[in-house]
Antibody, heavy 124, light 110 residues
Framework: DVQLVESGGGLVQPGRSLRLSCAAS????????MHWVRQTPGKGLEWVSG????????AYADSVKGRFIISRDNARSSLYLQMNSLRAEDTALYYC?????????????????WGQGTTVTVSS | QSVLTQPPSASGTPGQRVTISCSGS????????VYWYQQFPGSAPKLLIY???QRPSGVPDRFSGSKSGTSASLAISGLRSEDEVDYYC???????????FGGGTKLTVL
């Protein structure tokens, strides 16, 4: 099956760290840019970070820049998000998402495969 | 506060055609492709439209997208009860160097 499976979420105190993982299967993971997107009832969908297929290009939302680090291991078909200095406003459902490519073109910001999400709750 | 602006709700009757609007700026919709997602409760978003008006394989042609200037629209024709879910627009933002989303529109089929 073509799928993404996130893990690593949980309850963490403000200021602490958490590492999310995303395991991919059913497609050639190393061919695609991958992203993290989070969702909260109040703020909706928010892009968090993205990483090119070869880890050569990475980008972060201003809200997490300097605190979160995205990485990948193509040999393990896995994507990661190291979250440091966590804040209450980081509380959300975090999705791993695959960038959509069709006909030789890849569409920045379009995601055709999402995981089921992993919940991060930052609270004392 | 989302970067792209969508109406929080929309409604229509079965068989009707409804449209959902999405407003942005020159740094996102004005200069990049628009995407639309459909999200069922408890599930991840599903890509419905890419490249302003293209449908991924498997998406019915009842769904169509358009863009003009810094605004975009999603149209759903032949409305069905199963269309009663949430819809989000998105676009790459050159100023933010990442995609931005609308706040979502909850569609009600009356």
């Amino acid at each position: 099956d073509v799928q993404l499976v996130e893990s690593g979420g949980g309850l963490v105190q403000p200021g602490r760290s958490l590492r999310l993982s995303c395991a991919a299967s059913g497609f050639t993971f190393g061919h695609y840019a991958m992203h993290w997107v989070r969702q909260t009832p109040g703020k909706g969908l928010e892009w968090v970070s993205g990483l090119s297929w070869n880890s050569g290009n990475m980008a972060y939302a201003d809200s997490v820049k300097g605190r979160f680090i995205i990485s990948r291991d193509n040999a393990r078909s896995s994507l990661y998000l190291q979250m440091n200095s966590l804040r209450a406003e980081d509380t959300a459902l975090y999705y791993c998402a695959k960038e959509y490519c069709s006909g030789g073109n890849c569409y920045q910001g379009a995601f055709d495969l999402w995981g089921q999400g992993t919940t991060v709750t930052v609270s004392s | 506060q989302s970067v792209l602006t969508q109406p929080p709700s929309a409604s229509g009757t079965p068989g009707q055609r409804v449209t959902i609007s999405c407003s942005g700026s020159s740094s996102n919709i004005g200069s990049n492709s628009v995407y639309w997602y459909q999200q069922f409760p408890g599930s991840a978003p599903k890509l419905l439209i890419y490249g302003n008006n293209q449908r991924p394989s498997g998406v019915p042609d009842r769904f169509s997208g358009s863009k003009s200037g810094t605004s975009a629209s999603l149209a759903i024709s032949g409305l069905r009860s199963e269309d009663e879910v949430d819809y989000y627009c998105a676009a790459w933002d050159d100023s933010l160097s990442g995609p931005v989303f609308g706040g979502g529109t909850k569609l009600t089929v009356l």
